[in-house]
């Protein structure tokens, strides 16, 4: 039985690498107010930083990465070890908040699935439950997930972490479709090294769901082409179906279906025509369950493709990130290094399966796609592009050592510089009070959600995030409403002031019992103003606990306090802001 064991008589490359992962640090650390990025900022996740801490980190993570490379792993194991891997550092992430305000969407429409049930659900997507721009697929999941295991944010955060791993380990079996099984191991773990994609995956969003569909499809297509077989060929469309009903931006990274097509018909083991019949099934089964969704919601598709055409194209002009910022401080500059070599030798080797991982990062370059977020789907490929490029290395162990170092290093530099960063955002408020209504003795939460004094954003907003963390039911009336901003219409958090209460808010579920209940207040300031706003609804009531963490960063501030009753009535009645 083969041993992952790897040998060397050049330790001074393993010096070199250790020493070069080093100076990139220190080199982005120097250089960190060229990141523009809008979450995780080296500005910001690094300002007041002891250099030297972070040093002494990274020096441990290449340690423990050398130490990883010299360890007597079955060769068959390791596809395993890099899935369950890839899991664990995911899962160090479980404690950062929900830092993105489009999460409230996805749990607006995965709570009416739990609550009213999937026939609902099909129904009223897209009428009473407001849908945006999201397809449906993503919110159906965390419904599902919510009606089987219980409305906890563990189990969302399981399966988004469960997700990731799945594409680590689908990266893995396309690089070994593509080249061989070193480049799809290569490439798998490359993936743990783009830290600001480790901090996505705990999230209640659409991004990495959609990656994970994205790269199934792929891996699909590219099997099916080859083998053939009814089941593998239906397989494949369900899977490309999959992928067109995640998210929209998925629709465009599809375009690479056709490539791999061209890829298999001038290298693949079969004839061409052989490979066109199979594509086309695939289209076939695929066209079939996309167009019979479509045609039962045509109106709400058509509508939301106006949408993206009138407000999320030109958005992507003003809502920007430099690819400096992405490629090189967000993504270990390794990878995106490797990838560019990576380009340039298949191009001198005419190797036209290095096409179908560059067409979806190329078409990001192309259209300029600048946000760390709307390229998360295609960052698969980024890792096959520099898997590739990597390989080149003739040196086994030092390239070896420069994917495990890779990881190591990026893990480190979320764990000990993004996650504190997060954790110490104002949206962690909304996670430390969820918990701590949850351990109240109240039946009942009643929300007062106040205006946002320095952001245009719907206070509304907050309350889905609050019920997000916490396992008591929620009640929430909206008061006199927020007047909207007047560029609403260009504004990125335009959908907040399109959402609308959904009714298991007025009463509470349909299942929740009476009683005593608990008022939440969430405000961005608790100032003279806020408090005589609210001084009539919290009579009867005592102060029982403030979360205040604020940052300087954010305009979205979401500072709570806790009230309870100071007797035993409840409260349900009276009316919402007072």
Do not use: C
Not at 11 to 22: A, R
Not at 356 to 377: D, Q, S, T
């Amino acid at each position: 039985m083969s041993t992952f064991r790897p040998r060397t008589e050049n330790n001074h490359l393993l010096v070199l690498i250790s020493l070069l992962s080093l100076a990139v640090f220190l080199t982005l650390f120097v250089l960190r107010a060229l990141d523009d990025n809008r979450l995780t900022s080296w500005q910001w996740v690094f300002a007041g930083a002891d250099v030297f801490k972070v040093l002494l980190l990274l020096g441990l993570g290449l340690a423990a990465a050398y130490v990883f490379t010299r360890l007597p792993i079955p060769g068959r194991s390791l596809p395993a070890v890099l899935f369950l891997g890839s899991f664990a550092a995911g899962a160090l992430f479980w404690s950062e908040p929900e830092a993105i305000a489009d999460a409230a969407r996805y749990f607006t429409q995965a709570k009416h699935l739990e609550v009213y049930g999937i026939g609902y659900f099909l129904a009223e997507w897209g009428a009473e439950i407001k849908a945006w721009t999201d397809l449906p697929l993503v919110p159906l999941l965390y419904g599902l997930v919510f009606s089987l295991f219980g409305e906890t944010r563990t189990y969302i955060q399981a399966f988004t972490t469960l997700l990731f791993s799945g594409t680590v380990f689908l990266t893995f079996l396309i690089g070994r479709e593509l080249w061989d099984r070193t480049a799809g191991l290569f490439a798998g773990a490359l993936l743990l090294g783009m830290p600001y994609l480790l901090t996505q995956v705990p999230l209640m969003l659409a991004d990495v769901p959609t990656m994970f569909f994205l790269t199934l499809a792929v891996f699909s297509v590219v099997k099916a082409l080859d083998r053939g077989g009814t089941g593998p060929l239906v397989l494949s469309g369900a899977a490309v179906a999959l992928a067109v009903l995640s998210k929209y931006s998925a629709w465009l990274m599809l375009t690479v279906l056709p490539l791999i097509v061209l890829a298999r018909v001038s290298e693949g083991p079969n004839g061409p025509k052989t490979v066109l019949r199979r594509g086309l099934s695939i289209l076939a089964v695929s066209l079939l369950i996309v167009g019979g969704l479509a045609a039962f919601k045509f109106d709400v598709v058509s509508e939301q493709i106006g949408l993206l055409r009138t407000f999320q194209a030109p958005g992507l002009g003003r809502w920007t990130e430099s690819f400096a910022s992405t490629f090189f401080f967000q993504i270990h500059p390794f990878i995106t290094l490797s990838a560019l070599a990576a380009a340039v030798v298949a191009l001198l080797k005419k190797d036209l399966k290095f096409a179908i991982a560059a067409w979806p990062v190329l078409l990001v370059i192309v259209l300029g796609i600048r946000r760390a977020r709307y390229i998360i789907p295609v960052l698969p490929m980024l890792a096959l592009m520099a898997s590739y490029g990597l390989s080149q290395i003739k040196d086994t162990a030092a390239k070896r050592f420069a994917v495990a170092s890779i990881a190591a290093t990026s893990i480190v530099i979320a764990l000990f510089g993004y996650l504190p960063f997060l954790q110490n955002m104002s949206a962690a408020n909304l996670r430390d009070a969820g918990r701590y209504l949850s351990a109240m003795d109240v039946e009942r939460v009643e929300v007062i959600a106040l205006p946002q004094a320095r952001v245009s954003i719907n206070p509304a907003v907050s309350v889905p995030l609050l019920d997000l963390f916490t396992e008591k039911n929620i009640v929430y009336r909206p008061g006199e409403p927020s007047a909207a901003p007047e560029d609403v219409s260009t504004s990125p958090l335009r959908f907040t002031w399109e959402y609308e209460n959904p009714r298991y808010y007025y009463a509470g579920r349909p299942d929740s019992p009476g009683g005593r209940s608990a008022l939440a207040v969430i405000a961005s300031d608790f100032d003279e103003a806020s408090l005589a706003s609210i001084r009539r609804r919290i009579e009867g009531y005592r102060l029982a606990g403030e979360f205040a963490v604020s940052d300087d960063v954010f305009a979205y501030r979401s500072l709570i306090r806790i009230y309870s009753p100071t007797q035993n009535t409840a409260h349900l009645g009276r009316d919402g802001n007072g």
